[in-house]
């Protein structure tokens, strides 16, 4: 009898009628789409609601969701090795009914506080409901915004090779779109059924329908299922590369990549682009309060924005096998600094450039993320890897929100967190084109 997890069981993956890499496309995406709740764009349109229930402020809130945030990130390294030992399709089954029960959780925030109030007495009731919504934030930002993420991602890194840029812009385009679409949906939902049924119902559809869909159609690899990457027939000649980038010499274990300085050049590029991005989305109504946007303006403006990093990304994943990778980086501060530019002038044309360089750094962060790590340090550690970007990426989405916050009560506006940006974009495109491959080296010796 076969295992419940057999590669071959109950679909077999070799019988497709097309390469299954490109169902792992699909699948890897709509994992990642599946995480929208433990992302920042999943909880902006609960915050409100969660400081009237709880009884704190934006502060305390913002201090709430950094602390939770970092608690989680710091076992992501650890996931990261369990993915490189157990594979996707395990770790994204057990991640499905933990977030699940995280979703859960969050539904009866309010009453869990409550009770906890009722029976502690003698602790300050803005204590408690500090440290309810903490475990939250800690709950779903792991298992969210961290481990369905990053499994589902580095999956995806794994079943392709010339053409792994291509599918990671491809899976781009449906991330993206379901991404800015995700504050609108969420709010409208809980208008329909209330903020608490939309949690609860979205715990029961991780715990369900997105466990079902990871079980049936997660794969770790292509080799398990009797595949090559990118669908390569065993009698086909290896065709010669001309791009040195994309052939594998060597396989790094984490300890080795976090030796290369192109590793942290990388790295912290994409964690100022998840840190820029969650601070601005986290206070996104008040951003646009004192800079002058309209509400529903700003909110409609991730829509455009999606529609220019798709096309970036589009462009990104054709080009990409025949181009270094730390020229497509270079790309990505050129869109911070227009993200930048028009708060910290107050330019007319300030929404706009808002949108573009959005667009822009969102799309190059989007094909990178997934594209660099299996490029330039192999698959077989792929997971230990990409969990420690991963939680570089979470302790920058939790410092982002206090850290704005903090620089909106000192000074009475954001002036001072776009200029701090601005400067931190030019670093990076000054820095970017010192990241070179490993694995070039490793070809001359």
């Not at 920042?40 to 201090?63: D, H, R, Y």
């Not at 602390?67 to 076992?75: D, E, L, P, R, Y």
């Not at 991640?95 to 009866?108: E, T």
Request: proline share 4%; with cysteine.
């Amino acid at each position: 009898m076969k295992s419940a997890f057999d590669p071959n069981f109950p679909i077999r993956p070799r019988s497709f009628p097309f390469f299954y890499g490109w169902w792992i496309l699909i699948a890897s995406s709509i994992g990642i789409i599946a995480s929208i709740p433990g992302q920042t764009m999943g909880f902006s349109v609960f915050t409100e609601i969660l400081s009237e229930k709880l009884q704190l402020n934006a502060s305390v809130l913002s201090t709430s969701y950094l602390v939770g945030t970092i608690a989680g990130g710091v076992f992501l390294p650890a996931v990261g090795k369990l993915f490189d030992e157990i594979g996707a399709r395990k770790l994204g089954s057990i991640v499905c009914v933990v977030m699940g029960i995280g979703l859960l959780y969050l539904s009866q925030v309010d009453r869990t506080a409550q009770f906890l109030q009722n029976l502690l007495t003698f602790i300050p009731a803005s204590w408690i409901g500090f440290l309810i919504i903490t475990i939250g934030f800690f709950w779903l930002r792991f298992t969210g915004q961290g481990a369905l993420t990053m499994t589902s991602r580095s999956m995806l890194g794994k079943w392709f090779n010339r053409h792994r840029g291509l599918a990671i812009s491809v899976s781009g385009v449906v991330v993206s779109f379901s991404f800015s679409l995700a504050p609108a949906v969420l709010d409208k939902l809980n208008q329909i059924f209330s903020w608490r049924m939309t949690w609860g119902g979205l715990g029961v559809a991780m715990m369900t329908v997105v466990l079902l869909f990871v079980w049936l159609f997660f794969r770790d690899n292509p080799e398990e299922c009797e595949l090559r990457m990118d669908g390569a027939k065993e009698d086909e000649r290896v065709k010669e590369e001309k791009n040195k980038d994309i052939i594998i010499h060597r396989e790094f274990t984490r300890a080795e990549a976090l030796r290369t300085h192109s590793f942290w050049i990388f790295n912290l590029s994409i964690a100022l682009h998840s840190f820029a991005i969650t601070g601005f989305t986290f206070h996104i109504l008040d951003i646009a309060r004192d800079i002058g946007i309209e509400r529903s303006l700003m909110l409609r403006a991730f829509v455009p924005s999606s529609v220019i990093g798709i096309v970036i990304s589009l462009i990104g994943g054709v080009v990409n096998p025949f181009v270094r990778l730390k020229y497509i980086l270079a790309i990505f501060p050129i869109g911070g600094i227009l993200f930048t530019i028009g708060p910290i002038w107050h330019l007319e044309s300030m929404l706009w450039l808002l949108i573009v360089g959005l667009g822009i750094s969102g799309g190059v962060f989007g094909l990178l993320i997934g594209l660099v790590w299996p490029r330039f340090f192999g698959r077989k550690h792929l997971g230990a890897i990409s969990g420690v970007n991963m939680s570089t990426n979470v302790y920058a989405s939790a410092l982002a929100p206090l850290i704005f916050s903090l620089c909106r009560d000192l000074t009475g506006h954001y002036h001072l967190i776009f200029v701090s940006l601005l400067v931190c974009y030019a670093l990076v495109l000054a820095t970017c084109f010192f990241a070179d491959n490993p694995q070039r080296k490793l070809a001359s010796d």
